[in-house]
């Protein structure tokens, strides 16, 4: 792309190369935001394949077991294990 009018040649190269290594570095910061998402979301996979392997999980109402008789009942948040992610998973929803 040629620099637009008013800016000299030397100006809109500095501020091409600028563009080019911001964007390149959230494309690497989206690369690792999606790892460290993926690997949270096999974990949890991985932890619900072995709640129900282990024949602990809870009835198909979709309670959750020891709330029986409570209303109000919520399931326990699990903290995620670490990573760039962490915080997002921990908020909750």
Do not use: C
Not at 21 to 41: C, I, M, N, P, Q
Not at 47 to 54: D, G, I
Not at 74 to 84: D, L, N, S, Y
Request: charge should be positive.
């Amino acid at each position: 792309m040629d620099a637009p009018a008013g800016m000299d040649p030397l100006q809109w190269a500095r501020y091409d190369a600028a563009m080019q290594r911001y964007r390149d570095t959230v494309a690497a910061h989206r690369a690792t935001f999606e790892s460290e998402l993926r690997r949270a979301k096999d974990a949890l996979a991985e932890l619900n394949r072995r709640h129900r392997s282990n024949g602990t999980a809870s009835a198909t109402d979709g309670r959750h077991p020891g709330v029986e008789g409570k209303a109000d009942a919520q399931p326990r948040r699990v903290r995620a294990a670490g990573g760039p992610v962490q915080s997002i998973l921990n908020k909750g929803g």
